[in-house]
């Protein structure tokens, strides 16, 4: 066999989980040709669910099996489960489409308790979410009421950084288990085209890792002659690595709902539970919706404080502009009135460099360190604008003044006028679930990839680092150049007009 030299963790990125061939163990899962509602693939567990083998079933109508009146619309895309009797049990049908195929996933309905056990909760949801006065309070209450209304062993909400990486930001749990709340994971744990499905389907449940995986049968679809696209559904097996990850995490089933914020993938509701656990259709579509009320409470959070700090910078950026127009000179008029650059954006300090002269202002590295960075680096930067919270991991020569600089935001309004930002190094211990270094290893038995066995806490000094820079900077910081070349212009032209 050939094994890969080097163990590559863009592997895991090309998992192809939407063609895997497989389902999982609680269900059924059928494949009809959408032209004539002819049987054309079928999990290998009919015999278990339906007392049919799958042999018996492939060609035949759906009619065979469904000895009930329907008809083809109540399969359609888009159209509602149906419930429906097969060997004398009840199963909700989830359909959909893929290419050529209609694809229907059978459910086993369980006798559900009070149908609008959801519906009562929903006033007290609502009060709950708005009652909460930050970002921690209302990931405490959602993973609290979370855990109430369908009783994982673990309920988190996990949150994702601009790398992709994520961390525990709220949890509840049995008392017996080991807290993991403020640990972190690397982004390769949740792979891109995962992070794909779920801003799609936003629901997953893993009813029990132990399961073996149920072969479609024919494996390729005899209509198009590939492997058929299940990524839509809700029986679809699981990747062999993160069921493996899974059982080294001690996990026996678990539930997935995305929080989605702005359009974008904001975290997950990751729920645990020891033991193997099914939600029915009705239960995963109540999670949906307390996910979705969760990711609008998360945006309205977001964009009130967004809304609050670009009205103070605004309110900042007038009266630097009302200066700059009553002072002959631009760099007095931003660094010495009474309102400074420096409150401008969120910084420890900053310096101006205006015709070859440094105006410093704060906690700033000397002049001949400035020097050598506008040269050295930030004239290199094809951009007007640059800011990065780890500067000597860019430029080595920094980590002189990593105290004062790790955070840097330029701002390049000629070329022989800069404005910058500094921020300091704010020395950080993270915790990662696992070492991080040791994310993924080659199974040579499975010969595949194998994800870390052990998830004990690990812990990191960052250093080098500074506090973010808020993504409103940019814009405040284009609005400031827009205006001081204004002021510039029209002084030029004041100028011209006196000499003629
Ligand atoms: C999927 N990995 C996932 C999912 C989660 C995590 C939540 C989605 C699960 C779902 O679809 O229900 C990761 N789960 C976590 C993390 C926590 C948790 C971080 O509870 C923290 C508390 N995984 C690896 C490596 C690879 C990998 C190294 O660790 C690749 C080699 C792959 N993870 C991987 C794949 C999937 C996945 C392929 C998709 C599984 C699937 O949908 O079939």
Request: aromatic letters at 8%; glycine letters at 6%; proline letters at 5%.
């Amino acid at each position: 066999a050939q094994y890969p030299v080097q163990v590559n963790l863009d592997n895991c990125a090309k998992e192809p989980i939407h063609i895997i061939g497989k389902s999982q163990a609680h269900g059924v899962l059928l494949v009809c040709d959408r032209s004539n509602l002819n049987i054309t693939q079928a999990g290998e567990n009919t015999s278990e669910f339906f007392g049919i083998p799958v042999d018996e079933l492939l060609g035949k109508p759906l009619s065979f099996l469904l000895k009930m009146p329907f008809s083809g619309h109540d399969f359609e895309e888009g159209s509602l489960p149906q419930e429906v009797e097969v060997n004398g049990k009840k199963f909700l049908v989830l359909s959909h489409t893929s290419e050529e195929s209609l694809v229907l996933d059978f459910e086993p309905l369980s006798t559900v308790g009070d149908p609008f056990f959801f519906q009562k909760q929903l006033t007290g949801i609502l009060n709950k979410f708005q009652e909460a006065q930050s970002l921690a309070q209302l990931s405490s209450e959602a993973a609290k009421l979370t855990r109430k209304m369908f009783g994982y062993d673990r309920v988190m909400i996990y949150r994702f950084d601009e790398e992709w990486n994520g961390e525990v930001i709220a949890e509840t749990k049995n008392d017996d288990m080991e807290p993991w709340l403020g640990l972190r994971y690397p982004a390769t744990d949740i792979p891109q085209q995962s992070r794909r499905l779920f801003l799609k389907h936003r629901v997953r449940i893993i009813a029990n890792v132990h399961y073996t995986p149920v072969p479609l049968k024919p494996e390729i679809s005899p209509i198009t002659g590939k492997p058929l696209d299940i990524s839509r559904s809700s029986l679809r097996a699981v990747s062999p690595i993160h069921i493996e990850y899974l059982k080294n995490m001690g996990v026996g089933a678990s539930l997935s709902a995305a929080i989605v914020v702005k359009g974008k993938l904001w975290g997950l509701i990751a729920c645990h539970h020891n033991t193997a656990k099914h939600l029915d259709f009705y239960q995963r579509e109540s999670c949906r919706f307390l996910a979705q009320m969760l990711s609008t409470e998360i945006t309205l959070h977001e964009t009130s404080s967004l809304l609050n700090h670009s009205e103070q910078a605004e309110s900042i950026r007038r009266k630097l502009v009302a200066q700059m127009k009553s002072h002959d000179n631009i760099v007095e008029a931003l660094s010495r009135d009474s309102v400074k650059y420096l409150e401008l954006i969120d910084c420890g300090g900053g310096a101006i460099f205006h015709i070859n002269q440094w105006e410093l202002n704060g906690n700033t590295p000397t002049k001949e360190q400035l020097d050598s960075l506008l040269n050295n680096f930030i004239k290199q930067q094809p951009k007007s604008l640059f800011w990065t919270r780890n500067l000597s991991a860019l430029f080595p020569e920094a980590e002189e003044y990593k105290k004062t600089a790790s955070g840097l935001f330029s701002l390049k309004i000629s070329d022989n006028k800069y404005i910058l930002w500094f921020k300091p190094e704010v020395v950080q211990v993270v915790t990662w679930g696992g070492n991080p270094q040791n994310k993924v290893f080659y199974n040579e038995k499975e010969q595949r990839l194998s994800p870390r066995k052990s998830f004990e806490k690990w812990s990191e000094k960052l250093t080098g680092f500074s506090e973010p820079w808020h993504e409103l900077d940019r814009n405040t910081a284009r609005a400031l150049r827009e205006n001081i070349s204004h002021v510039l212009l029209v002084r030029q032209r004041r100028e011209i007009e006196a000499l003629n």
